[in-house]
């Protein structure tokens, strides 16, 4: 079984229309068995009808709501909710082309703990602003010095997992927000952990009906709290 997780705040205007993209593909083009689950953080807009109504009329979707603010928690608790072999998360607004899917997880069957999809890595496409660009470098400048951290695009939001990283690392992981999968990568480093980046073409996504969009100073100022308690942790 696959359980893919996408986790949504206020996405009424984008929910329905990109897990029924979603889910279309893994129709299409995968041959084992597969749910989606839509993990909910507490959002107060239409979402939860939205979701509620998908699983609803589809077998292989699933609605999953915590009443808990937070991305990582809203993953982290559909993976421990949900048992699988193999785990995936994606943003829902599906930045990510979803033509790398498959070989997200065809790492995992090959023998990877973690496969993350990468927008540094040779073969990439990338269309996004400068500001995120700059962020993404910063970052990956910061993570590198202070946490060691050889995996090159850790906050993009595609990786699947396997069942070792679900018992050992995750029960580890601290931060339920952004930084959640950031911290799962140094965790998984420091202790030995199997880790492949592959290429995605990835696209910055645009609607200004969405209000779950967040801003870069709110998440560097959490990644930079974060990134110094995993420093501090490794002394």
Do not use: H
């Not at 807009?45 to 609803?56: C, H, R, S, Y």
């Not at 995936?88 to 973690?114: F, H, K």
């Amino acid at each position: 079984m696959i359980t893919i997780v996408l986790p949504v705040y206020n996405e009424e205007p984008i929910l329905k229309e990109n897990t029924l993209r979603l889910f279309k593909f893994c129709k299409d083009k995968m041959e084992d068995c597969w749910q989606i689950i839509i993990a909910d953080n507490a959002s107060d807009d239409e979402t939860q009808e939205i979701g509620e109504n998908l699983a609803g009329e589809y077998q292989e979707i699933k609605y999953f709501r915590t009443n808990q603010r937070g991305k990582g928690g809203a993953v982290l608790r559909a993976w421990k909710k949900f048992p699988s072999d193999i785990y995936v998360y994606m943003d829902v607004d599906l930045s990510t082309n979803l033509c790398a899917l498959p070989e997200l997880i065809q790492g995992i069957r090959n023998s990877n703990d973690i496969v993350a999809g990468s927008r540094m890595v040779a073969g990439a496409q990338v269309e996004r602003p400068l500001t995120r660009k700059i962020f993404s470098y910063g970052l990956r400048f910061i993570l590198k010095i202070f946490c060691r951290l050889k995996t090159q695009d850790a906050p993009c939001g595609f990786k699947a997992v396997n069942t070792k990283i679900i018992d050992k690392i995750v029960p580890q992981i601290q931060n339920k927000q952004w930084f959640f999968d950031t911290e799962m990568l140094i965790l998984a480093e420091r202790q030995g952990f199997s880790i492949k980046e592959i290429p995605v073409q990835w696209t910055e996504a645009s609607n200004k009906k969405r209000k779950s969009g967040v801003g870069i100073v709110p998440v560097m100022w959490e990644y930079l709290k974060n990134i110094y308690r995993m420093k501090i942790k490794a002394k």
